[in-house]
């Protein structure tokens, strides 16, 4: 088991930035790709970026604004968010798995969400 604890979200002006934190306890963190998912009210949980041990991977709309990285002696993935825009609104979510995939399907364990609202 993995448990997974963001941090991080809140409140922010569009141009603004943010730097979501997740937490990692359990099996051996460094074993896990990590990946980086947000949902928005009534739409379907989307992937926003995943990294491994040395590859990272964005989808287009946060390419050059997210940057993701991990801390693996301190079981931490983080996920730095930059001109953020009111589309970026939403519960953003970790998750760890095995396979490097953009699929939610290829994680085993996510966190509880921490909510991100960009205002104009």
């Known amino acids: 088991q993995v448990q997974l604890v963001e941090s991080g979200g809140g409140l922010v002006q569009a141009g603004g930035s943010l730097r979501l934190s997740c937490a990692a306890s359990?099996?051996?963190?460094?074993?896990?790709?990590m990946g980086w998912f947000r949902q928005a009210p009534g739409k379907e949980r989307e992937f926003v970026a995943r990294?491994?041990?040395?590859?990272?991977y964005y989808t287009e709309s946060v390419k050059g604004r997210f940057t993701i990285s991990r801390d693996n002696a301190n079981n931490t993935v983080y996920l730095q968010m930059n001109s953020l825009k009111p589309e970026d609104t939403a519960v953003y979510y970790c998750?760890?798995?095995?396979?490097?995939?953009?699929?939610?399907?290829?994680?085993?364990?996510w966190g509880q969400g921490t909510q991100v609202t960009v205002s104009s």
């Open positions: 990294i491994t041990w040395v590859s990272t």
């Open positions: 998750a760890a798995g095995v396979a490097y995939s953009s699929l939610r399907s290829a994680y085993d364990y």
């Open positions: 359990g099996r051996t963190f460094s074993n896990y790709a």
